[in-house]
């Protein structure tokens, strides 16, 4: 079992930047990713990170915006986001994994995969 704990969210203004912080104890991971949702819609994936590589994926509507990180000394894991609009306004969520991936990332973006999750964070980004 993995413990995570998110941080970082908060009220922003549109185009303004914001960091999110996922720490985890407890296992040895594998990949760790950050998800969204909105009110009135379904999660999604925004973006992945393999823990022993700095390979990492993200949905098209993070590239270019969003960065995700990782500290493997404080085994947190972080996601900046830069040029936020209001449509990215929704409770982020960090995700964990611990077995081993055989998929690509491109294939693991499901909810599914990751059997550990944060308790989520809020960030609302106002017009």
């Known amino acids: 079992q993995v413990q995570l704990v998110e941080s970082g969210g908060g009220l922003v203004e549109y185009g303004d930047s914001l960091r999110l912080s996922c720490a985890a104890s407890?296992?040895?991971?594998?990949?760790m990713a950050w998800f969204r949702q909105a009110p009135g819609k379904e999660r999604e994936f925004v973006a992945s990170?393999?823990?022993?590589?700095?390979?990492?994926y993200y949905a098209d509507f993070a590239k270019g915006r969003f960065t995700i990180s990782k500290d493997n000394t404080k085994d947190t894991c972080y996601l900046q986001m830069n040029s936020l609009k209001p449509e990215d306004t929704a409770v982020y969520y960090c995700?964990?994994?611990?077995?081993?991936?055989?998929?690509?990332?491109?294939?693991?973006?499901?909810?599914?995969?990751?059997?550990?999750w944060g308790q989520g964070t809020q960030v609302t980004v106002s017009s």
């Open positions: 407890g296992r040895t991971l594998s990949t």
């Open positions: 990170i393999r823990w022993s590589s700095r390979t990492t």
């Open positions: 995700a964990a994994r611990i077995t081993t991936p055989w998929k690509p990332m491109s294939l693991e973006t499901g909810g599914e995969y990751f059997g550990s």
